[in-house]
């Protein structure tokens, strides 16, 4: 599963996918009939969000194994290691995640053919979904071969719908979950609502899909599938999130995360005031006067030594006067006087000449200053700065 | 000369004006940007508010009472994160999460261009120092 997951996570080319998981599922496929993977491990991602729904993540295990227990609508979080793969390659993808149901059984179906069709279709809805009638994220729409503009996102089922279906049906179905969820349906919480939908369905696939879940007594509106996909993509940006917080990987738990975000994002913006205050004292002359017209002006303000009101000049001129304009990402340069800097002044050819070269690097003011070092300690160190930087 | 309170303060508002200008275009940026030009235009120069609120507790106020609702539990945190990021408190979960990680890493260029410009300042007065004497 290793090389399937990697393909798939964070590919932004749903095209790609087919193929990719249509291998992995077939990869899985035989795995998962071999062996009965415990289904134990509950993935923190996908687990996590259930949270916000109520709905522990172990119940969905369960509902692929039992017949119609009463569960909760929507979330079906996946602690299979397959549903979390599948919602890794699917949900992560920018239009429209797929919202499988999870739950995809261990056993999946010993047919590798339609396991591939149903992969297909998967992908496929990313690409041609007409509008829903949810207002939720785009689903897939499975059926991109015979392609209904209508609604006939579910292939019927010739016979045993209502059956306690072959566990290959579930998977199926669990597959072709995405369309289900355009199966406008507030009343396919019985088997007999499915097998009507089913009939409906204007296509003439043959694939034994069935309405897993509405057959479970799972709601199969609109409403929360549309929800399971939203929730999808809440969890795709939460674990963006997570690897740009330091730390934050190894934590799992949706609220602890939340937790360790917050706490970064307060601890940068005490940096942001402490390092102002630090600035301020390391040289007293540095100082941001008119700054009104820094927040509006399109060029930057500048700063004078003396706390005059700032003008904006031309960047060019920077080099024969001692005045930055830097509009740019770094903060605004504070003028520090040069005379007043150093004791003695000193000529700034060499730096005059780079200036103009770098008019918007960050240490220019910085270059300008140490023009007059003669030091060249200090000009090594804003050379390796303006590197770094 | 001004206080170095005064002049922290200005250079914190200019500090965050360079997060606004260098991530235009962002919800919080715009947010964060609308935000300063109030504050400027309220304090003129040298009131305490600053746009970036430091308040060391972002869940006062916010009730945290039940700890055992989980769903609960992570609204609060949302709530906080909202009140967090600018411009967060009219983003759904979604689109918070996508401001938050861009805020995020927008602070975090700001702060390492800060800490070498003190750094730079600092070896300048230094070396300034030994020079004079």
């Given at each position: 599963?290793?090389?399937?997951?990697?393909?798939?996570?964070?590919?932004?080319?749903?095209?790609?996918?087919?193929?990719?998981?249509?291998?992995?599922?077939?990869?899985?496929?035989?795995?998962?009939?071999?062996?009965?993977?415990?289904?134990?491990?509950?993935?923190?991602?996908?687990?996590?969000?259930?949270?916000?729904?109520?709905?522990?993540?172990?119940?969905?295990?369960?509902?692929?194994?039992?017949?119609?227990?009463?569960?909760?609508?929507?979330?079906?979080?996946?602690?299979?290691?397959?549903?979390?793969?599948?919602?890794?390659?699917?949900?992560?993808?920018?239009?429209?995640?797929?919202?499988?149901?999870?739950?995809?059984?261990?056993?999946?179906?010993?047919?590798?053919?339609?396991?591939?069709?149903?992969?297909?279709?998967?992908?496929?809805?990313?690409?041609?979904?007409?509008?829903?009638?949810?207002?939720?994220?785009?689903?897939?729409?499975?059926?991109?071969?015979?392609?209904?503009?209508?609604?006939?996102?579910?292939?019927?089922?010739?016979?045993?719908?209502?059956?306690?279906?072959?566990?290959?049906?579930?998977?199926?179905?669990?597959?072709?979950?995405?369309?289900?969820?355009?199966?406008?349906?507030?009343?396919?919480?019985?088997?007999?609502?499915?097998?009507?939908?089913?009939?409906?369905?204007?296509?003439?696939?043959?694939?034994?899909?069935?309405?897993?879940?509405?057959?479970?007594?799972?709601?199969?509106?609109?409403?929360?599938?549309?929800?399971?996909?939203?929730?999808?993509?809440?969890?795709?940006?939460?674990?963006?999130?997570?690897?740009?917080?330091?730390?934050?990987?190894?934590?799992?738990?949706?609220?602890?995360?939340?937790?360790?975000?917050?706490?970064?994002?307060?601890?940068?913006?005490?940096?942001?005031?402490?390092?102002?205050?630090?600035?301020?004292?390391?040289?007293?002359?540095?100082?941001?006067?008119?700054?009104?017209?820094?927040?509006?002006?399109?060029?930057?303000?500048?700063?004078?030594?003396?706390?005059?009101?700032?003008?904006?000049?031309?960047?060019?001129?920077?080099?024969?006067?001692?005045?930055?304009a830097n509009g740019a990402r770094w903060l605004p340069q504070p003028q520090?006087?040069?005379?007043?800097?150093?004791?003695?002044?000193?000529?700034?050819?060499?730096?005059?000449?780079?200036?103009?070269?770098?008019?918007?690097?960050?240490?220019?003011?910085?270059?300008?200053?140490?023009?007059?070092?003669?030091?060249?300690?200090?000009?090594?160190?804003?050379?390796?700065?303006?590197?770094?930087? | 000369?001004?206080?170095?309170?005064?002049?922290?303060?200005?250079?914190?508002?200019?500090?965050?004006?360079?997060?606004?200008?260098?991530?235009?275009?962002?919800?919080?940026?715009?947010?964060?940007?609308?935000?300063?030009?109030?504050?400027?235009?309220?304090?003129?120069?040298?009131?305490?508010?600053?746009?970036?609120?430091?308040?060391?507790?972002?869940?006062?106020?916010?009730?945290?009472?039940?700890?055992?609702?989980?769903?609960?539990?992570?609204?609060?945190?949302?709530?906080?994160?909202?009140?967090?990021?600018?411009?967060?408190?009219?983003?759904?979960?979604?689109?918070?999460?996508?401001?938050?990680?861009?805020?995020?890493?927008?602070?975090?260029?700001?702060?390492?261009?800060?800490?070498?410009?003190?750094?730079?300042?600092?070896?300048?007065?230094?070396?300034?120092?030994?020079?004079?004497?």
């Open positions: 599963m290793g090389p399937a997951r990697c393909s798939g996570v964070g590919s932004g080319n749903s095209g790609a996918y087919t193929t990719e998981i249509a291998e992995s599922l077939r990869f899985e496929e035989e795995i998962h009939s071999i062996v009965h993977p415990s289904l134990d491990s509950s993935p923190a991602a996908g687990g996590s969000f259930t949270a916000l729904l109520g709905l522990p993540a172990n119940q969905a295990v369960e509902l692929l194994h039992e017949t119609g227990p009463s569960e909760a609508p929507g979330s079906a979080a996946a602690p299979s290691p397959t549903g979390e793969l599948w919602r890794l390659r699917l949900g992560e993808h920018a239009a429209g995640p797929l919202h499988l149901p999870l739950g995809c059984s261990p056993t999946f179906p010993s047919n590798a053919a339609l396991v591939e069709r149903a992969a297909r279709f998967s992908v496929f809805a990313a690409e041609d979904s007409p509008a829903l009638s949810s207002g939720g994220g785009p689903s897939p729409r499975l059926k991109a071969e015979p392609l209904d503009s209508d609604s006939p996102p579910l292939l019927p089922i010739p016979t045993e719908k209502t059956q306690r279906p072959a566990k290959r049906k579930e998977c199926e179905k669990s597959k072709a979950k995405g369309p289900a969820k355009k199966s406008k349906s507030a009343e396919e919480n019985t088997a007999a609502a499915a097998k009507e939908t089913a009939a409906e369905n204007t296509d003439g696939e043959k694939l034994p899909y069935v309405h897993v879940r509405a057959r479970r007594g799972q709601a199969t509106d609109s409403h929360s599938l549309a929800e399971r996909a939203r929730r999808e993509k809440i969890n795709a940006r939460m674990k963006l999130l997570q690897e740009l917080v330091p730390g934050c990987s190894k934590i799992t738990g949706t609220a602890l995360v939340l937790d360790e975000i917050i706490n970064h994002v307060q601890s940068l913006q005490r940096q942001v005031e402490f390092l102002s205050m630090r600035l301020a004292a390391v040289n007293p002359r540095i100082d941001f006067g008119g700054l009104d017209s820094f927040l509006s002006a399109e060029c930057g303000p500048l700063a004078t030594a003396n706390g005059r009101g700032g003008v904006a000049l031309d960047p060019a001129l920077w080099s024969s006067h001692p005045v930055t520090i006087r040069h005379v007043d800097v150093w004791p003695t002044q000193q000529s700034s050819t060499a730096w005059t000449r780079d200036g103009p070269a770098h008019p918007h690097a960050l240490l220019n003011p910085g270059a300008s200053l140490v023009g007059y070092d003669p030091a060249s300690s200090v000009l090594l160190n804003s050379n390796q700065l303006k590197t770094e930087l | 000369n001004a206080s170095l309170a005064e002049r922290s303060q200005r250079i914190k508002m200019a500090a965050e004006m360079g997060l606004v200008r260098s991530s235009r275009g962002r919800h919080w940026s715009r947010a964060l940007g609308r935000r300063l030009l109030q504050r400027e235009g309220i304090t003129g120069c040298g009131c305490k508010n600053a746009a970036l609120s430091t308040s060391s507790n972002v869940f006062e106020d916010l009730g945290v009472r039940e700890i055992e609702d989980e769903a609960a539990e992570i609204g609060t945190r949302v709530r906080a994160l909202q009140r967090l990021v600018p411009g967060g408190e009219e983003l759904g979960l979604e689109r918070l999460f996508e401001e938050t990680a861009d805020y995020i890493e927008a602070l975090q260029g700001q702060v390492s261009a800060m800490r070498a410009m003190s750094c730079l300042l600092d070896g300048l007065e230094r070396e300034k120092r030994m020079m004079g004497k």
